[in-house]
């Protein structure tokens, strides 16, 4: 089981840091084109040779592949490039099985940092779609609001016999295994969670899949 762990971001402090970031970026590229005009013809053939070798790639080639961007309804299939650590790589399909809303009293292990908020599990069933070796890998999803955007509440670790993450063992390393996993997330009381994101993958980033209940 994971150790308990909440934190609560606010929206000022979000644009604040998103801000930062921009400015950060604008800057760093106007140096890098004064300074070195020829470098980004190289950087841009750089990525192409990567993406043609690596194995998720390759994969996802042969399977059909979720766009992002995609919304799919609870209980539909999204078909995603899947790189796990540094060396674990694939395709594998993610399906949203359930979005439940549990009773506070179930954050009780986390103390008084979760009074006010109400857990939600968000179920999920993997498939290994591209037959790579992607054994003890996990896979989360985050949780939104009626609104589409996340509940501003990020929380780490398990409800005991409720909501508990799993990874997968050692046999998911070949075509058309699975496992089951919850990933357990929070609001604050009186934000209701209708739906859940995947973006835990350079393709999705930014523009993540979305299921909705």
């Not at 106007?30 to 040779?49: L, V």
């Amino acid at each position: 089981m994971r150790r308990p762990r909440i934190a609560i971001a606010t929206v000022a402090a979000t644009l604040g840091l998103t801000l930062a970031a921009c400015g950060g970026e604008e800057d760093t590229t106007g140096d890098a084109a004064a300074q070195t005009p020829s470098s980004s013809s190289s950087e841009q053939s750089a990525p192409s040779e990567t993406a043609s070798s690596s194995p998720a790639a390759d994969d996802a080639a042969s399977a059909e592949v979720t766009p992002p961007g995609t919304e799919l309804s609870v209980g539909e299939t999204a078909t995603v490039p899947f790189t796990y650590g540094t060396e674990k790589s694939g395709t594998i399909a993610i399906t949203v099985t359930a979005i439940e809303q549990g009773d506070p009293a179930d954050l009780a292990a986390f103390g008084e940092r979760a009074n006010g908020l109400v857990p939600y599990f968000i179920r999920i069933k993997v498939e290994n779609v591209g037959g790579t070796d992607l054994s003890y890998s996990s896979v989360s999803l985050r949780a939104l609001g009626e609104d589409g955007r996340g509940t501003g509440v990020v929380i780490t670790g398990d409800v005991e016999g409720k909501c508990e993450s799993t990874s997968a063992d050692d046999t998911f390393s070949a075509a058309g295994a699975t496992f089951e996993s919850c990933t357990l997330q929070a609001a604050q009381e009186g934000v209701a969670v209708t739906g859940a994101e995947f973006g835990d993958s350079e393709e999705y980033s930014d523009n993540p899949i979305v299921w909705t209940a």
